[in-house]
């Protein structure tokens, strides 16, 4: 069965504990927590986990970096990457999340030249996670990215080639989307659904489900019915977790909260009529 999930993003210990019981007062079935800010004191670190388990919700995935960029800045990028499977491992988390973030080169020859390094930081990446029992998850993102379409995230999973490399699906993060790069503006001959989502959605371990405009009690930028129709016919049955994006100027007229509760409900809605 589908689960629903919400990304737990802050800096402060209060904030996360707050976090934990928005999620169980939405009912929610998951949590994810983003590592970047996140308090990494043990202490800490057991309250929040003690927290989730008494609230009976299981910790999906763990919000990491990027591991493709300037060559002096690899061994600094794998060092904070062994750091967060360790905090993946000790928290429990399904999947430590990882982006391969960095502008795209004009020229191919730059590309390849990131491309190769960034390929070898993730085994290495893959393999210290496999000594935790950690599953690392690529995400797709089109903010100058590696990873903007569907051919360079399948790219990378069949080059890396890693047993316990997986990969987390973003449903609005793409090149060329709406919900990419400018905000707001989309290529119309791109049918990000047929193009993007159909080709990666059998690869999915993790979904991440936009909500840009529920003002009126549905996505209006995504065409979540479609959406969920293409992860059902690949046999998807894991966690969706809601990123709500509000946006400047804000494009809703209801509080974060309030949108992330219409959010749910009506990605629940669409899930039950796509796998009915």
Not at 35 to 61: H, N, Q, W
Not at 68 to 79: T, Y
Request: net charge negative; hydrophobic share 40%.
């Amino acid at each position: 069965m589908i689960k629903l999930s919400w990304l737990a993003r802050a800096t402060d210990a209060e904030v996360f504990e707050a976090h934990i019981n928005f999620t169980i007062d939405a009912g929610l079935d998951v949590i994810d927590f983003h590592l970047s800010g996140m308090p990494r004191d043990p202490e800490f670190l057991t309250r929040i986990k003690a927290m989730c388990v008494r609230g009976g919700l299981p910790i999906g995935y763990m919000g990491g970096g990027s591991f493709v960029g300037p060559e002096e800045a690899r061994a600094e990028r794998l060092e904070r990457g062994r750091a967060d499977v360790d905090m993946a491992a000790f928290m429990g988390a399904q999947m430590l999340r990882v982006f391969a973030r960095h502008k795209w080169p004009d020229t191919k020859e730059e590309q390849e030249n990131y491309w190769g390094p960034m390929i070898e930081d993730f085994q290495e990446l893959c393999d210290y996670a496999a000594g935790k029992g950690v599953i690392v998850s690529l995400q797709n993102h089109n903010h100058g990215s590696f990873a903007m379409n569907a051919n360079q995230v399948l790219r990378i999973l069949h080059e890396v080639k890693r047993q316990n490399l997986t990969y987390i699906l973003d449903s609005g993060q793409w090149e060329g989307s709406r919900g990419g790069a400018p905000r707001g503006w989309h290529n119309t001959e791109l049918d990000i659904y047929r193009e993007y989502h159909a080709r990666v959605a059998p690869y999915a371990t993790g979904v991440r489900a936009k909500i840009y405009k529920i003002d009126n009690g549905y996505e209006e930028w995504m065409d979540y019915p479609r959406f969920f129709k293409i992860l059902r016919n690949a046999d998807y049955n894991g966690t969706v977790s809601i990123k709500f994006e509000g946006g400047e100027p804000a494009r809703n007229r209801f509080d974060t909260e309030t949108c992330i509760d219409k959010g749910a409900k009506y990605l629940r809605e669409c899930i039950a009529r796509a796998y009915a």
